[in-house]
C-alpha cells in the first residue's frame, strides 16, 4: 500500500466518524429548534387567548382557524394546577381532505374573576415530522458523503503534489544499477524536507558505488594476482616430481603440497566468485532450459566419478524454464549435482527430479541427517570429504538468493535430497 493510500485510509475513518456525530447532533438540534419555537408561539397564544377570554366571556368557547384552534372547558378546582403548562403531540382530522396532519398542543389552567377554573389546549399545525426526518436524511446524507468525497479527494489532489519528489526518487533508485551507467537525479523541489533526503540518497548512491568499484577492482586484482602465483608453484611442483633423483619421501611430500595447492586454488575461486555474486557482477540473463543443463553436467560428471558406480535417475516431468545468468545457473547445477557424486557411496544411487517449478537432487550417503540450520554456511563441513572446500553449497545458496529461487533441504528414507523451487 503507497503512503498516499495509507494516509487516506487512515483520515477517512475519524473523518467519517466526526461527521456522522455532526449529523446526528445537527439533527437533534433542528428538531429541539422546531420544538422550541412551536412551544414559544404556543405559550403566546395562550396569554392572548387567556386575556381576552378574561376581558370578554363570550370568547369562553371553541375556536378554529385553519392553522391553530384552542378548546376550553370549565373544571373543578381540584383539578387546576394553575402553575403548570403542558405540551404534547397529537394529530389532527381535515375534515374536507380527511386525512391526519401533526399537531403541537399546549394545556393549562386559569381562573375568571367569578372565581371558576377553565381548562384551556391549544393545538397548532406543525411540519409533517415524518416528511420532515426524511427529507432532513436525505439532505444530510447528499451533504455528508458530498463533503467526505470532496474532502479526500482536496486532500490525495494535496499529498500527490506534496509527495511527487518522493515517488521520483522512488522511482530513480528502483532502476538505479551499481556498475551501470545510470542518469543522474533530477528531481527539482521547494520542500526542505525532501531537498535534504535526495542529497543524503546521492551522497549514500556516490559511496556505494566507490566501494563497488574498489570492491570490484579488489576482486580482479586478487584472481590475478593470486591465481598465477599459485598457478606456477604447481607447476614447479609438477617439474620436482619428474626430477629421478626425487625419494619416496620427497614424492610423497611433493603430492601432499599439491593437493594442499590444488585445494587453495579452487577455494580462491570460489571466494572470488562468492565475491562476484554478492556484488551482483552477473547483470546478464537470459532464457535458459534446465532440463538440458542438468542432462550436459550430469554427462560430464558421470565420466569423472565413473569409478565410484553411481546410478543416476533424471526424471523430466515438465521442461523447466527461467531467466538468470548462464554462467551462474550452470555453477548452480554443477555445485548440487557434484555435491551428490562426492558424498555419495560406493554404488550409490542420485534421483535428478525436474518439474515446471521445481528440481530436485537426491542422493544416497552413508552419513546421517545434516544440519540444515548451518548446511549452507561458509567452510561448513559436515562431512571430512577431501574433495569439499566446504563453500559449494554456500555458492548454490548465494546464487539461490541471488535470483529468488528457494533451497530446501529434506532427509528422507537414506536420501539426502535439495529441492530448488523457481518463481
Not at 415524518?130 to 479526500?152: N, P, Q
Not at 550436459?296 to 521442461?319: C, F, P, R, W
Not at 555445485?335 to 542420485?350: E, R, S, T, V, W
Request: aromatic share 8%; charged share 25%.
Amino acid at each position: 500500500m503507497r503512503l498516499r493510500q495509507y494516509t487516506l485510509r487512515n483520515l477517512s475513518v475519524p473523518l467519517l466518524l466526526i461527521l456522522s456525530a455532526w449529523a446526528c447532533a445537527f439533527y437533534i438540534t433542528i428538531i429541539r429548534e422546531i420544538n422550541e419555537e412551536t412551544d414559544e408561539s404556543l405559550t403566546n397564544h395562550k396569554m392572548l387567548i387567556i386575556k381576552a377570554a378574561l376581558a370578554d366571556s363570550t370568547l369562553l368557547t371553541d375556536h378554529v382557524d385553519i392553522l391553530t384552534q384552542y378548546y376550553i372547558h370549565e373544571i373543578p378546582p381540584a383539578e387546576a394546577d394553575l402553575s403548570k403548562d403542558i405540551f404534547f403531540d397529537s394529530t389532527r382530522v381535515v375534515p374536507l381532505e380527511m386525512i391526519s396532519i401533526p399537531v403541537r398542543g399546549l394545556r393549562t389552567c386559569f381562573r375568571t374573576s367569578d372565581d371558576k377554573y377553565y381548562e384551556l389546549t391549544i393545538i397548532t399545525s406543525i411540519l409533517e415530522k415524518e416528511d420532515m426526518v426524511r427529507a432532513t436524511v436525505i439532505g444530510l446524507a447528499i451533504l455528508y458523503f458530498s463533503l467526505v468525497f470532496c474532502i479526500l479527494l482536496v486532500i490525495h489532489l494535496v499529498f500527490r503534489k506534496s509527495l511527487h519528489p518522493l515517488y521520483v526518487l522512488f522511482d530513480w533508485l528502483k532502476k538505479y544499477r551499481l556498475g551501470k551507467t545510470n542518469i543522474p537525479l533530477r528531481n527539482e523541489t521547494k520542500i526542505e524536507e525532501f531537498h535534504i533526503l535526495n542529497e543524503a540518497i546521492e551522497d549514500v548512491v556516490r559511496r556505494n558505488t566507490k566501494l563497488y568499484n574498489m570492491q570490484k577492482q579488489f576482486v580482479e586484482n586478487a584472481a590475478h594476482e593470486l591465481q598465477t602465483p599459485l598457478a606456477i608453484c604447481i607447476n614447479k611442483l609438477e617439474l620436482m616430481s619428474e626430477n629421478p633423483d626425487c625419494t619416496e619421501r620427497q614424492l610423497s611430500d611433493i603430492a601432499s603440497l599439491h593437493q594442499t595447492l590444488s585445494g587453495i586454488v579452487k577455494m580462491n575461486k570460489s571466494l572470488l566468485l562468492l565475491s562476484r555474486i554478492e556484488n551482483r557482477q552477473f547483470p546478464e540473463t537470459s532464457r535458459i532450459e534446465m532440463n538440458k543443463l542438468v542432462s550436459g553436467i550430469q554427462e560430464n560428471l558421470d565420466e569423472m566419478y565413473e569409478h565410484k558406480h553411481i546410478t543416476v535417475t533424471v526424471k523430466n516431468s515438465a521442461q523447466l524454464f527461467t531467466t538468470m545468468n548462464e554462467s551462474l545457473a550452470s555453477t548452480l547445477l554443477t555445485n548440487l549435482i557434484k555435491n551428490a557424486y562426492i558424498h555419495n557411496c560406493q554404488d550409490g544411487i542420485i534421483q535428478i527430479t525436474i518439474t515446471a517449478h521445481t528440481l530436485t537432487v537426491a542422493n544416497s550417503s552413508n552419513a546421517p541427517r545434516l544440519n540444515a540450520s548451518t548446511l549452507f554456511d561458509r567452510y561448513e563441513r559436515q562431512s571430512r570429504h577431501k574433495e569439499s572446500t566446504g563453500l559449494g553449497l554456500a555458492i548454490v545458496k548465494s546464487i539461490a538468493a541471488l535470483y529468488e529461487i528457494q533451497v530446501e533441504y529434506n532427509h528422507d528414507k537414506q536420501l539426502h535430497e535439495f529441492k530448488l523451487t523457481f518463481k
